[in-house]
């Protein structure tokens, strides 16, 4: 009798987890690709830390704080390492709905990855999609900043060489007029010799 | 004849803004280019051969120029004919036009430099969509780089004749690349000869420090064996002759009045014939050298999307199969493929078209010249580097220094001669002329800030210049020869530097330059011709990767 009850309890227990079974999800671990030689073995250990963390996620919805590590089933479990999942209720008989599980999972995927020291890529499970991290946008974004520096100096730079330009011109040309100036008083000084000489027959002009 | 004529502080000022002036953005994103498609190390043969029969004697021919007539082109041919100012003005013209689209480049750099100092690179993730649970779809389709380069940078429309607005950031990008421009030329000489020294070393010194860590990356050497292999029978091909005369014409710059610019504020006595030749071989080999980095950057990048593409057929068949973590690796895969169709066919079968053929040949055949190399190709393989932004911002700073020292040579060409020019240059002072000149062209500019504006700048890159150039070309060689007469420039020229022309240049310049210059001039228009219809590259959000368009 008790063979049979026990039959039966692992016959409804395979039922209810299945590959494609309803509410099932499947998940996939590459242990190797995350951690290299670290990489730790798959076995019944690691199995039953999964269950408790899906359990974890599960007890964190409103409603089913009752849910125990026993109501968590695996099955096929692959070489992978891949295996299949349900959530049962308390009863045992039902599955609970994807939809719970799934914004369960994704409330927690933080807390499942660390646990296995794993991440989002390297821990899957198919059909819930994780939530990307947004990207960190500054308030002010960077280019901007340094576009404004560098455009700061550049009319700093710009300014400075044409004001210089202006005042060397300024010079140069109050340099020209004084040269000029005393061009003019060094010939009116000439034509006035020349008036006296060219009074005395010298000759009229050579300027 | 004019007194106060500006001059070079020192010869090496000289050479070094004809450098600065002939290395620009073509030794980079072209050269590489033409040696993928013409076969290779044997590019070298026809690119050298038409460096000594046309790049080293027409250099020399405008250098000679002005230098004797110590005037910017339209005075100097002036000078040399009453009936020749039209070509100083044809060359003035080309100038214009081309500093008009040339500087937009710059301000993509600018663009790209101050993103760079951004961790992650922007480029190198995409954007996530509106629910978050995934990227932005036209992100998906193309790369993040290409993304970034059509959507963040150009905001590209799907043809040209949707104009779209301007974009304000690129605007305010070029309105900062003409400042910097305006403040190198804004003394003339005085400011543009301390300048060149920096734009023309600052990009060797980058493209050192690329050069080993190009050749120290992993699969550097699969671009480099790529490139350098000879295919000799592409010797035989005629467009490979006529690409590297066109090569080495365009990227000396002849023809748009800069170099009689430059040479116009020589020393009467300075030996141009040395210049000449230290000019042109440094520019050959800085677009060799350019090549040996861009190749192995290409080997590089190629090198990884062959590994990612391994990987991701090793993560589906794991997947699909359950295969054990790590059991399936680049050395096993086909022995394992073959196994797995052989013992699960109907699965196997099931997983097939999903599988990618990878290949190495094919990663290194995606030849890419112009924007799409700058932009896409090498934010690509920088991405991927480690200390990304460092290599990022070192590139972009590279890119500006050569677009700079480009642009003061094209600014050189308009504002010589309009300062030269008693007319103008009695109203304005010469700051005001070049600010004159640059808000012009800034102005103009901001069509390429657009949204379609990187089709007009396609368009301008690739028909602005070049009938014009080869026409222009061709009436200085015929003028300088003919029309001046060849035995009265070579007692010009002895009469000035001391040195006898030796009899090399006399040859070129009286048959074969010109003859190959009219031969490239017909193949041009005869192309044009049979071309017919002309048409554009499109990127078109819904049909992704690039469309060919029509005008």
């Known amino acids: 009798m008790l063979w049979l009850l026990f039959f039966l309890v692992t016959a409804i227990h395979a039922e209810l987890c299945q590959p494609d079974a309803e509410n099932a999800f499947k998940v996939r671990l590459s242990l190797r690709t995350a951690l290299g030689d670290k990489a730790y073995a798959w076995d019944t250990n690691e199995e039953y830390l999964f269950k408790a963390m899906v359990a974890f996620s599960m007890r964190r919805v409103p409603n089913r704080e009752a849910t125990e590590i026993s109501h968590v089933l695996l099955c096929n479990v692959t070489q992978r390492v891949s295996f299949w999942f349900v959530v049962t209720d308390p009863s045992r008989n039902h599955t609970l709905p994807a939809v719970e599980v ?42 901007i900043i340094i576009f404004g520096v560098v455009f700061c100096i550049v009319i700093v730079a710009t300014m400075l060489l044409i004001l210089s330009g202006i005042r060397q011109r300024r010079r140069s040309a109050s340099l020209e007029f004084l040269q000029i100036s005393g061009t003019r008083e060094s010939l009116t000084s000439l034509g006035a010799s020349c008036l006296t000489s060219c009074l005395h027959g010298a000759p009229t002009s050579n300027l | 004849m004019d007194e106060a004529r500006p001059l070079w502080a020192t010869p090496l000022q000289f050479v070094f803004a004809c450098i600065s002036y002939a290395v620009g953005l073509g030794n980079v994103w072209r050269f590489p280019y033409l040696c993928q498609m013409y076969g290779g190390g044997s590019f070298l043969v026809p690119y050298i051969i038409m460096l000594a029969v046309e790049g080293m004697p027409l250099l020399y021919l405008e250098l000679a120029v002005g230098q004797r007539m110590r005037q910017g082109s339209i005075g100097a041919w002036r000078t040399i004919s009453p009936y020749l100012s039209g070509v100083g003005v044809a060359s003035v013209v080309v100038s214009f036009f081309l500093s ?67 974009q304000w950031e690129p605007a305010l990008c070029l309105i900062l690349a003409w400042l910097l421009v305006y403040l190198c030329i804004l003394r003339g000489t005085e400011s543009t000869g301390k300048v060149v020294y920096f734009t023309a070393l600052l990009p060797y010194c980058v493209l050192m420090i690329y050069l080993v860590r190009g050749l120290t990356l992993h699969g550097a050497t699969n671009g480099l064996a790529y490139m350098f292999t000879p295919k000799m029978e592409q010797l035989a091909n005629p467009k490979a002759w006529i690409n590297a005369a066109t090569q080495i014409f365009f990227s000396l710059g002849l023809g748009f009045g800069s170099l009689i610019a430059f040479a116009s504020y020589n020393e009467p006595s300075n030996d141009c014939q040395k210049h000449t030749v230290i000019v042109s071989i440094i520019n050959s080999s800085t ?42 690796t680049v050395s096993n895969l086909e022995e394992v493929k073959s196994y797995l169709a052989s013992a699960y066919p109907s699965k196997y079968s099931e997983v097939f078209p999903q599988i990618k053929n990878c290949s190495l040949e094919s990663e290194l055949e995606t030849a890419v010249q112009g924007t799409g190399l700058a932009f896409i190709v090498y934010t690509e393989a920088i991405k991927n580097m480690e200390v990304s932004q460092l290599w990022s911002v070192l590139y972009f700073f590279m890119l500006l220094m050569l677009g700079i020292g480009s642009m003061l040579g094209n600014t050189a060409a308009i504002l010589t001669p ?134």
Not at chain 2, 100 to 124: E, G, K, R, T
Not at chain 2, 292 to 304: L, M
Not at chain 2, 321 to 326: M, T, Y
């Open chain 2, 418 to 551: 309009l300062t030269d020019s008693k007319v103008i240059s009695s109203y304005l002072p010469k700051e005001a002329i070049s600010g004159l000149v640059c808000l012009v062209n800034c102005a103009i500019g901001l069509v390429f800030t657009m949204e379609a504006g990187n089709y007009w700048f396609d368009i301008f890159n690739d028909y602005a210049a070049t009938l014009s150039l080869l026409l222009i070309v061709l009436v200085e060689t015929v003028a300088v020869c003919y029309l001046y007469g060849l035995r009265r420039f070579e007692s010009d020229l002895k009469a000035m530097t001391g040195h006898a022309l030796n009899w090399y240049w006399k040859a070129m310049w009286g048959g074969v330059s010109p003859l190959l210059i009219i031969s490239l001039f017909v193949f041009y228009l005869s192309d044009y011709i049979i071309t017919g219809t002309l048409q554009y590259q499109a990127w078109d959000a819904s049909q992704i990767p690039t469309v060919r368009k029509q005008l």
């Open chain 1, 102 to 143: 799934q914004s369960a999972i994704r409330m927690n995927r933080n807390r499942i990855n660390n646990a296995f020291f794993l991440n989002d890529q390297t821990l899957e499970f198919l059909r819930i999609p994780s939530t990307l991290a947004p990207p960190t946008d500054p308030s002010v974004p960077i280019w």
């Open chain 2, 100 to 166: 008009m689209y040339y500087n937009v480049i710059n301000a993509w750099a600018f663009w790209y430099l101050f993103h760079s100092f951004q961790d992650p690179l922007p480029w190198s993730v995409c954007p996530l969509n509106g629910n978050r649970t995934g990227y932005d779809e036209e992100c998906e389709k193309a790369s993040s780089t290409q993304y970034f380069w059509y959507r963040k940078t150009l905001n590209i429309s799907p043809s040209i004749q949707e104009s779209g607005a301007v």
């Open chain 2, 287 to 328: 677009s060799i050298f350019a090549s040996v980095v861009t190749f192995s950057i290409y080997g590089f990048k190629a090198t990884f999307n062959y590994e990612s593409c391994l990987n991701k057929v090793i993560l589906l068949l794991t997947n699909s199969f359950d295969l054990e973590d790590g059991f399936l």
